[in-house]
């Protein structure tokens, strides 16, 4: 059976329209992209699309009471809302390292979350 | 407390965020000893603070960083230049011989005498008074980069059930981090028949949430007396009328406006320096200068950017040439004027010299399929797409304007003829 499925690259602001001709479930072709990342993203889109999670997390006496967080690889696209759930729920305590490992594995998903900026301690906590 | 400041500086960089702290990068390239950058907030950073989602530094360090990581790798490259950083601090006035009027949270009132000043102030939102927006004036209606620092930085929550109008792409970005933290986001509301912030954030940022976007429409009507309680949205035609009689209501407690950026002008216009009515900006000539000279402008505050890859390239020269000015070095001033023709909605710079290499960035008015884009008879190339949402970025190696004998140079960009 032939398909044919349009998808939108999110790898760069470029944003190229992409068409994938699939054959009994099989990509045969992909057109559209403007660089190689494109044909990787519409095969991970159509076999298992993923997504990178950054949101922020309580942060008790930091210069600012949140500190943003990243999962250092993409998770997949129907694990999104839980993976910001269980963040939501962690507290770190202030000085924070840029690159820190918060957690090796979020939400099951065997996917570890940094931080992605130093936080000192705020000036008038102890 | 006294101030452990100089008096007198090389360069002074007013705001700390991408584009200033690129700028003091640049002008230590150029090999000045004192440079100081000036910021209001209590870190440098600027916007990129706040920015917590990835998708910054592809072009410029060839990997994808969020925001806030993006900053610090600039952050830490000036402290080891040993750039001052006087955060908690807001430039008042700059006089036209360049002497500077600082309000500081750690040490009052400031003097200080520059070489050179960089403006690297970036952009505002636009506001609900700058569309006119009817209705009743309750709590609940801000710009998305507000309710994006109030969620990121301060952990408040704007609201619950949440409308955007205007696709920019900080509207986008928001539409998802609410959903993120659980916040009901209704739609996004677009006055314009096209999405203006970039299809991979209305990708992933609206179809990947099942926020509906609805384009030519707009809200006409926001009730409540003390809360936002609800909008009314309505479609409107192709002169951008809203039709009342197809309206509908929209329950919601918060309305977040995405409409667009302007360049922060209050010190340019304060200086009366030579602006540009089609950037919002200062018109600068191609090493970034004003029209008064010693004072430079890059980022936002000259023209609206929608790649921090290109801010930072963008300073990184502003700053070098500012830098060259302070210490007495001064290139051949420009001797042709460009100007932005068919189709093309601005440009920066506004002038070139034969003598260096040119980075022109440009956008256009309308989308446009198959088009070739001209300089005059000097350059020319094809694109298959072009949109207003992305700015063009072009390099001119010197040699093109070489036994250039013409006062001007004009930018066109025409659809290629159907052969
Ligand atoms: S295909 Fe390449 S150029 Fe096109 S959007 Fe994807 S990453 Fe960007």
């Known amino acids: 059976m032939l398909e044919k499925r349009r998808l939108t690259c999110i790898g760069c602001p470029m944003s190229c329209p992409l068409e994938l001709v699939i054959i009994d479930g099989e990509i045969r072709e992909i057109t559209g992209n403007d660089c190689k990342r494109g044909e990787a993203y519409a095969r991970q889109e159509y076999t298992a699309p993923c997504r990178m999670v950054s949101t922020t997390i309580a942060c008790n006496s930091g210069l600012w009471p949140r500190l943003p967080v990243k999962t250092v690889t993409a998770v997949p696209k129907a694990e999104v809302m839980a993976v910001a ?25 065997g996917i570890a979350v940094i931080a992605c900026r130093s936080l000192p301690s705020a000036p008038n906590s102890k | 407390m006294k101030s452990p400041l100089r008096s007198r500086y090389d360069v002074v960089i007013v705001g700390g965020g991408p584009a200033g702290l690129a700028a003091a990068l640049g002008a230590r390239q150029a090999g000045v000893e004192h440079i100081l950058i000036v910021d209001r907030e209590i870190e440098a950073g600027g916007i990129l603070n706040q920015c917590i989602h990835s998708g910054f530094g592809l072009h410029y360090f060839k990997e994808e960083l969020t925001g806030p990581e993006y900053a610090e790798r600039f952050i830490r490259n000036v402290q080891s230049d040993q750039v001052e950083i006087l955060t908690d601090s807001y430039v008042l006035d700059i006089s036209p011989a360049l002497q500077l009027e600082i309000i500081s949270g750690g040490y009052g009132h400031l003097q200080l005498q520059a070489q050179s000043v960089v403006l690297a102030m970036g952009c505002r939102e636009r506001t609900r008074g700058s569309i006119r927006t009817p209705g009743f004036r309750p709590a609940g209606v801000m710009t998305a980069g507000l309710a994006q620092k109030m969620v990121n930085m301060h952990g408040v929550l704007p609201g619950r059930r949440i409308a955007i109008l205007g696709s920019g792409d900080i509207g ?103 602006m540009d009515p089609a950037t919002g900006g200062p018109q600068v000539t191609s090493n970034l200068e004003t029209s008064l000279p010693g004072v430079f402008a890059c980022g936002n505050v000259l023209h609206v950017h929608d790649l921090v890859d290109f801010v930072s390239e963008e300073s990184l020269r502003a700053g070098r040439f500012a830098g060259e000015v302070a210490i007495g070095m001064r290139r051949p001033s420009d001797n042709i004027s460009l100007q932005a023709g068919e189709n093309i909605a601005s440009c920066v710079p506004q002038s070139l010299s034969p003598d260096r290499e040119q980075i022109i960035y440009l956008r256009v008015k309308r989308p446009l399929k198959n088009c070739v884009l001209t300089i005059g008879d000097r350059y020319e190339k094809s694109f298959r797409m072009l949109v207003p949402a992305e700015m063009i970025r072009l390099t001119l190696a010197p040699e093109l304007l070489d036994r250039y004998f013409g006062e001007m140079l004009k930018i066109d960009v025409r659809l290629r003829e159907a052969t």
């Open chain 2, 172 to 274: 986008l970005i928001m539409a998802r981090r609410l959903s993120l933290e659980g916040c009901d986001v209704t739609g996004v509301y677009e006055l314009q028949p096209h999405c203006s912030g970039l299809t991979r954030n209305q990708v992933q940022c609206l179809d990947d949430f099942g926020i509906p976007l609805h384009l030519s429409a707009t809200v006409a009507f926001i009730h409540g007396r003390d809360r936002v309680e609800r909008l009314t949205i309505a479609p409107v035609n192709h002169e951008l009328i809203p039709d009342l009689s197809r309206s509908w209501d929209v329950a919601c407690d918060t309305l977040l406006l995405s409409i667009g950026l302007i360049p922060e002008n209050e010190l340019s216009t304060r200086l009366r320096l030579r």
């Open chain 1, 85 to 109: 759930r269980a963040l939501h729920t962690l507290e770190i305590e202030a000085p924070v390292q840029i690159g820190q490992v918060i957690l090796d594995d979020i939400a099951g998903t």
